[in-house]
């Protein structure tokens, strides 16, 4: 029977598909600055030039390399960054960056003299810090910047103290200029549930308080990812803190989330060297536990990377990887330095590469793939990536 005209389905283009290269490491990642840059900028383009970008890049920059991405951001306007601790702030200073560098989560007292000494910017957590700072201040007779953070909701890190007595202490540090007032939203994609409008409201009492009593901190902030991609303007104030997007990712919002307004990809791809392949029969118990046994006669590669590079161990018998442009399942346990696949009929042999993390022709895996597999968050997956891995810039 001839098919109706309608049936008719149109040939795909030829995709153009090239294997990634071989290279001499056990695992490497490969980091695209232009991405970086690209997706700061739409970040940029979202928010607007009245307000700030100030990127994060703690932990590594989600181990994509802080040194080099915190340059890439520098070299493209970034006034501000945002890292964890103070050891991660004096490795960016070390490295040359002069943005200005903003501590989110440290003022620990052995840390303090160090932070002020690189001119990185702390954020104060309690009344008890301030009067800290303004004292260390005093000493030096120098007049230092801070970041007060606000606890509005998400009961971490932050000041959970009546507005009235935190107005009085900020005027009290005659030392301190509270040049930023911060808060951070702890379910700001859920749309089910009121908790961020809360949080909204609670650090606005905060800020009209202060500011009636005469304490205006220029830099507002509220806002990571999340709420700059699904377009929560009222909480983007003076100045925005994504990490994720950066990177190129955007967790799912849950409920009745607006559209996103943001666009980004993927800065990083993720490829191991396979160090053997092997046939074997049917019915053969692969790996730690015999956890897989072959149905059939199969073609397994063995991948110089196991959970101690930061593949979860929790992919064993449960994700994939690209071998050929192809899915291969991941079988067996995965192992501290090896993982075991199945690549059915390629023809790949060691010291060929697959991608653990990335795009090869049509077929990509992400790290939010990566974290459905192994019942984690994308976050983790990045973050996971072990420091001996290689990393390569592009
Ligand atoms: C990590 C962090 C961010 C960035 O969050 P993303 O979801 O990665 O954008 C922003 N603000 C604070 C306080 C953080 O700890």
């Not at 749309?191 to 507002?220: D, H, N, W």
């Not at 409920?255 to 029969?281: C, D, F, Y």
């Not at 692969?286 to 930061?310: N, P």
Request: proline share 5%; glycine share 8%.
């Amino acid at each position: 029977m001839k098919p109706s005209s309608s049936l008719v389905i149109e040939p795909l283009p030829e995709q153009a598909y090239t294997p990634p290269s071989a290279l001499p490491y056990r695992s490497w990642v490969e980091v695209s600055r232009a991405q970086i840059a690209a997706n700061f900028e739409a970040i940029g383009s979202v928010v607007g030039p009245s307000v700030e970008v100030m990127p994060v890049v703690k932990a590594d920059a989600y181990r994509h390399g802080a040194v080099e991405v915190s340059r890439v951001l520098e070299s493209r306007g970034a006034n501000w960054l945002a890292v964890s601790n103070t050891d991660e702030g004096i490795a960016l200073r070390d490295a040359g960056i002069r943005t200005r560098i903003l501590v989110m989560a440290d003022f620990l007292p052995f840390t303090r003299e160090a932070m002020l000494a690189y001119n990185l910017t702390p954020v104060i957590h309690s009344l008890e810090d301030l009067a800290e700072l303004n004292r260390l201040a005093g000493t030096r007779s120098e007049r230092y910047r801070c970041h007060l953070k606000i606890d509005s909701g998400m009961g971490r890190l932050g000041l959970r103290t009546d507005s009235e007595i935190v107005a009085g202490a900020i005027l009290a540090a005659h030392n301190v200029e509270v040049e930023g007032l911060m808060t951070h939203f702890a379910s700001a994609g859920n749309y089910q549930t009121e908790q961020t409008e809360e949080q909204i409201r609670s650090f606005e009492r905060m800020a009209s308080v202060l500011r009636s009593a005469g304490v205006c901190p220029k830099l507002l902030h509220l806002s990571s990812t999340i709420p700059v991609a699904y377009g929560r303007v009222a909480a983007w104030q003076q100045m925005v803190r994504p990490g994720h997007a950066i990177y190129g990712y955007i967790s799912p919002a849950r409920g009745h989330a607006p559209g996103k307004i943001l666009q980004v990809k993927p800065a990083l791809s993720w490829r191991a060297t396979i160090l053997s392949v092997k046939e074997v029969p049917s019915g053969t118990l692969v790996g730690y536990g015999g956890m897989y046994r072959t149905s059939r006669a199969m073609r397994l590669a063995v991948l110089a990377a196991g959970y101690a590079d930061g593949i979860p161990h929790r992919l064993g018998n449960r994700g994939s990887v690209i071998v050929r442009g192809k899915l291969a399942p991941i079988v067996g346990a995965v192992s501290m330095d090896l993982t075991t696949v199945d690549v059915m009929d390629s023809d790949i042999k060691p010291g060929d590469a697959v991608t653990l993390l990335g795009t090869e022709g049509t077929v990509s895996i992400d790290a939010q793939q990566i974290a459905r597999w192994a019942g984690t968050i994308s976050y983790s997956v990045l973050c996971g990536i072990h420091a001996r891995v290689k990393r390569l810039y592009v």
